[in-house]
Each structure stands twice: as structure tokens, then as C-alpha cells.
Nanobody, 114 residues
Framework: VQLVESGGGLVQPGGSLRLSCAASGTIYDFSTMGWYRQAPGKERELVATLSSTGRTNYADSVKGRFTISRDNAKNTVYLQMNSLKPEDTATYSC?????????WGKGTLVTVSS
């Protein structure tokens, strides 16, 4: 199983980005998929998760600004990020839980700066 992120880049404060996580196989079997981020000098933190039943969970810092979604037909999970702030700057990684095992992508860098 491979997870490949895309969509990162440089954006001004207040701007938007949409991250994508493409799985090599079907994401239908994943019990949970999510996005995590790690800023320089900080520990990795949860951003958002989405269960196979549709339940979502967001970090307090992104609630109301970020939305996680999945397209099973495209085997892809998305993270729509709006009203971005400089403190959102980090490497964002995709995670999938499949039969109790965690799978990770390599990450995509998001930089929020003017």
C-alpha cells in the first residue's frame, strides 16, 4: 500500500489549498484515513481524520477552516484548507489504517507566508 500526497505549496495568509492523498489500492478497506502535520521543531500532530462510516475529527486549531473528504472511486482523500494562517505552515502527511496497520505518505510541504 502506498499513499502519495500532492497539492502543497506556498500560499499567502488567508488563502486556500487542497491537498490530495492518492492510495495505490482501494481506500474502501481503510478503517480510518487522516492528515497529520509536523512543523519545524515540533512534534507531529493530528489535523483531521475520517472514518469509513463518515465520522470526522478535527484538531481545534483547524475546525471551521479545514475539511477532510474522500472519493472512494478515485481512491483519494482530500484536505481542503481555507483561511490559512502562518501557523499552518508544516509538512502534511497522509495516514491510513488498514487492518490495524498504519500506512504513511512521505508528506507535502505547505508554507503560509506573505
Amino acid at each position: 500500500v502506498q499513499l502519495v500526497e500532492s497539492g502543497g505549496g506556498l500560499v499567502q495568509p488567508g488563502g486556500s489549498l487542497r491537498l490530495s492523498c492518492a492510495a495505490s489500492g482501494t481506500i474502501y478497506d481503510f478503517s480510518t484515513m487522516g492528515w497529520y502535520r509536523q512543523a519545524p521543531g515540533k512534534e507531529r500532530e493530528l489535523v483531521a481524520t475520517l472514518s469509513s462510516t463518515g465520522r470526522t475529527n478535527y484538531a481545534d486549531s483547524v475546525k471551521g477552516r479545514f475539511t477532510i473528504s474522500r472519493d472512494n472511486a478515485k481512491n483519494t482523500v482530500y484536505l481542503q484548507m481555507n483561511s490559512l494562517k502562518p501557523e499552518d505552515t508544516a509538512t502534511y502527511s497522509c495516514n491510513g489504517v488498514l487492518f490495524g496497520l498504519n500506512y504513511w505518505g512521505k508528506g507535502t510541504l505547505v508554507t503560509v507566508s506573505s
